[in-house]
């Protein structure tokens, strides 16, 4: 009895250390194979399976759920990785550290195709390092059947009304850039006076918080368990699918605009295959069917006309034109990251 | 003194488990736990990574006031964990224990069945059961025990809860070996000198069971305080904790030098624990 114990508890242990391991395949193959980082929720089987097919080759996806996540994986060196996408601001850092290779241009020509507000941004204007793939919005998403006048202005998170059923991204750029903006000041602000007003405003608003969560607000606001939820399009775009009465608002003081980029690692032995991969992600007909399944908006401005009016004209997947200048991208913040940090740890303790 | 008698008179296979036996441990658990340490004392680069600058900064700021409060509540969590493990287990040990043999075996594999899937899987079970409109609540609601959903989920008790049931068999397993050893005979000499059923459990059970407590509290108390997969889900985000923090050291801030340090801080703590465990139960031996 005792022998047997010990036996099981060593297989509770050994299956307690697994817990976070992930697969990982084996490099030996025939074919060639194209390592493929991504966020969680960016893989259709199809466009990836259509990929392979036509090309002859392998493509093994593995997936991040943080820009953080995905530098700090990067960081530690031999990841094997090819192809990864960075958001804006962190292919900026990525690209200035060195871990990105420059892209050719001239094998990727769907660079053609890019929306007009994503042909030239601050972070790399001239596309060296990363082309814009998938882009969208952070916003409010809320149950109308209950928040029955829909929000206008991120102050609608701190409506006591709704105690105990708001939820917040938790994400620390995110949440302190909403407060700052609510304040008066950039979402990039690196004044460690603004950014101890924004942390008083936050902590003013956590007793009404259900949560801080990047993954389950949809499923959260879908259950009913949240009515108000700091959130990214297109997760909502979806969720809406399930529940109707679920809609998505964009704040006046402005808001945040995001977009995925595409980039291959600098330590990446498939180079031409990773171009290639990158040129054929941002094609048209590809770009299509990922917009029609993910419910994100395509950088490829061709997309957007093509797609059925209900996505197109869905402001959780397309903000309205007129709504683009007044939104704020985040940037890297540099050494003031110091005071996110703790700020975001200070709300995280109380 | 016994290990080297071992090593240099008996045969040769003594000999070679034991150099076996070393080099795995300093390959795989001193070699790295070197390396972590070495990463305590760099400095952190502007975007995370490590600079071989050394200081002592990192286990200054594990001293801060802010990490403090973290700590205790990771210590509370953990303590009380252990404590509720060690209560609900006792009676299922018990019944494991004096069981017959294929009883055992079946009773002890349904206690471990749910232990083969995915942990976090089963974290996101308590998510479906604890929501407004989960399970717990949609049944209580129907027997008409509430009229609105009680918000159980993202809340202390939920973190708690995830803890107990995640933890749980570590508990059982050492305390039903504890139990197995005390013979049965004992409780009825107990019952035959009219020791009452507490009197019996008290003077006669729990102490004997004391190994099998300390064993099963270490497997507990120590995975539940650097727990961070069920603080996180079942937790909302909203409290953290030392699992939480660590993880957001190295994830987020990449701050590794930092979360280095609070790991060699978490390790310190248990040791210190463990010590002071030593300690009082040496002192109480005698008696």
């Not at chain 1, 997947?317 to 890297?332: G, I, K």
Request: aromatic share 12%.
């Amino acid at each position: 009895m005792m022998r047997l114990c010990a036996v099981l508890l060593t297989l509770l242990v050994a299956g307690g250390c697994s817990e976070s391991s992930t697969s990982s395949e084996s490099h030996s193959s025939q074919r060639p194979t194209l390592y493929y980082f991504t966020w969680s929720d960016y893989v259709d089987a199809a466009v990836v399976a259509e990929f392979e097919a036509t090309r002859g080759v392998r493509v093994v996806v593995d997936t991040f759920s943080s820009n953080e996540e995905l530098l700090a994986k990067v960081q530690t060196g031999m990841t094997g990785y090819d192809v990864v996408v960075p958001s804006d601001f962190m292919a900026g850092i990525m690209g200035r550290l060195g871990l990105l290779a420059e892209l050719d241009l001239e094998k990727i020509p769907h660079v053609q195709d890019l929306e007009s507000h994503l042909q030239q941004l601050a972070f790399d204007p001239t596309h060296r390092f990363a082309i814009p793939y998938l882009w969208g919005t952070a916003g409010i998403g809320y149950n109308a059947d209950v928040v029955t006048e829909p929000p206008t202005s991120w102050e609608a998170l701190w409506d006591p009304q709704f105690s105990g059923r708001i939820s917040m991204l938790n994400d620390e750029r995110e949440v302190f850039g909403l407060a700052l903006q609510t304040l008066g000041y950039s979402l990039n602000s690196v004044d460690p006076q603004a950014i101890q007003e924004a942390k008083q405003k936050l902590m003013a608003q956590k007793p009404l918080i259900k949560a801080y969560t990047s993954e389950q607000f949809d499923q959260l606001l879908v259950a009913g368990e949240v009515v108000l939820a700091h959130a990214w399009g297109g997760p909502i775009a979806r969720a809406m699918r399930e529940h109707p009465s679920i809609r998505y608002a964009l704040p006046q003081e402005g808001g945040m605009i995001w977009t995925d980029c595409l980039a291959v690692l600098a330590s990446s032995r498939q180079q031409e295959l990773a171009m290639d991969f990158i040129n054929y992600l941002l094609d048209e007909e590809v770009a299509l069917l990922t917009s029609q399944r993910l419910l994100f908006a395509s950088a490829n401005r061709h997309v957007r006309d093509r797609l059925p009016a209900d996505i197109r004209n869905n402001i959780a997947v397309y903000p309205p034109n007129e709504m683009l200048p007044r939104m704020e991208w985040l940037e890297d913040v540099q050494e003031a990251i110091r005071y996110y940090d703790r700020a975001w740890t200070e709300l995280k303790v109380q | 003194m016994l290990i080297n008698r071992l090593a240099t008179s008996s045969a040769f296979p003594v000999k070679l488990s034991l150099v076996s036996a070393s080099l795995f441990l300093g390959l795989f658990f001193f070699l790295p736990l070197v390396l972590v340490f070495g990463v305590s004392l760099a400095s952190r680069g502007m975007y995370g990574g490590i600079t071989w600058i050394a200081t002592w900064e990192n286990y200054q700021r594990v001293l801060d006031p802010l990490v403090g409060v973290i700590f205790f509540r990771s210590l509370l969590f953990a303590g009380l964990t252990t404590v509720v493990c060690a209560v609900v287990a006792f009676p299922l040990a018990y019944c494991l224990a004096r069981a017959s043999r294929p009883w055992q075996l079946i009773l002890l594999t349904l206690v471990m069945i749910p232990f083969w899937t995915n942990f976090l899987v089963r974290t996101y079970a308590w998510v479906l059961i604890l929501r407004a409109d989960g399970i717990l609540n949609t049944l209580l609601i129907r027997l008409g025990f509430l009229e609105e959903p009680l918000p159980l989920l993202f809340t202390d008790v939920s973190v708690f809860v995830g803890l107990v049931y995640g933890y749980l068999p570590f508990m059982v397993l050492p305390l039903v070996v504890a139990i197995e050893r005390i013979s049965p005979q004992l409780e009825d000499a107990a019952f035959d000198l009219y020791a009452s059923m507490g009197a019996m459990f008290r003077h006669v059970l729990l102490p004997l069971s004391t190994p099998g407590f300390l064993a099963g509290g270490v497997l507990v108390f120590i995975p539940s305080l650097g727990a961070f997969i069920t603080p996180y889900l079942l937790g909302g985000g909203q409290k953290m904790m030392l699992g939480t923090l660590i993880q957001q050291e190295f994830l987020v801030a990449r701050d590794w030098p930092f979360g280095s340090a609070l790991s060699f801080g978490l390790m310190g703590t248990v040791l210190l624990l463990w010590f002071l465990l030593g300690r009082t139960s040496v002192g109480k031996d005698p008696s």
